[in-house]
């Protein structure tokens, strides 16, 4: 089993930013494609940025040049640096990972942008 926990998210103002952190433990031998998706109020979750074969990376055409998705490998934890937020990103952020067959969610933490 693979748990993902995440932190860094709340309430921040149009313009600001955040950085969102996603811890994963457990039985994380050959863990992959680690990444952030989120699913905002009344709408289907959507893939906000995540990493691909080996250190490749794919956005969301909405938050590319806004948004960095990171890494430390040391220290298992993927990172989501989020600035200019607009309140259009209010969601809830859930990390994403890979191992074989299955998918592993975190359980999600929200972000919400005042305008």
């Known amino acids: 089993q693979v748990q993902l926990v995440e932190s860094g998210g709340g309430l921040v103002q149009a313009g600001g930013s955040l950085r969102l952190s996603c811890v994963a433990s457990?039985?994380?031998?050959?863990?992959?494609?680690m990444g952030w998706y989120r699913q905002g109020p009344g709408k289907a979750r959507e893939l906000v940025a995540s990493?691909?074969?080996?250190?490749?990376?794919n956005y969301a055409d909405s938050i590319k040049d806004r948004f960095t998705i990171s890494r430390d490998n040391a220290k298992n934890t993927v990172y989501l640096q989020m600035n200019s937020l607009k309140p259009e990103d209010t969601a809830v952020y859930y990390c994403?990972?890979?191992?074989?067959?299955?998918?592993?969610w975190g359980q999600g933490t929200q972000v919400t942008v005042s305008s």
């Open positions: 457990g039985n994380i031998f050959r863990l992959s494609g």
């Open positions: 990493y691909t074969s080996g250190s490749s990376t």
């Open positions: 994403n990972a890979n191992q074989g067959f299955r998918t592993y």
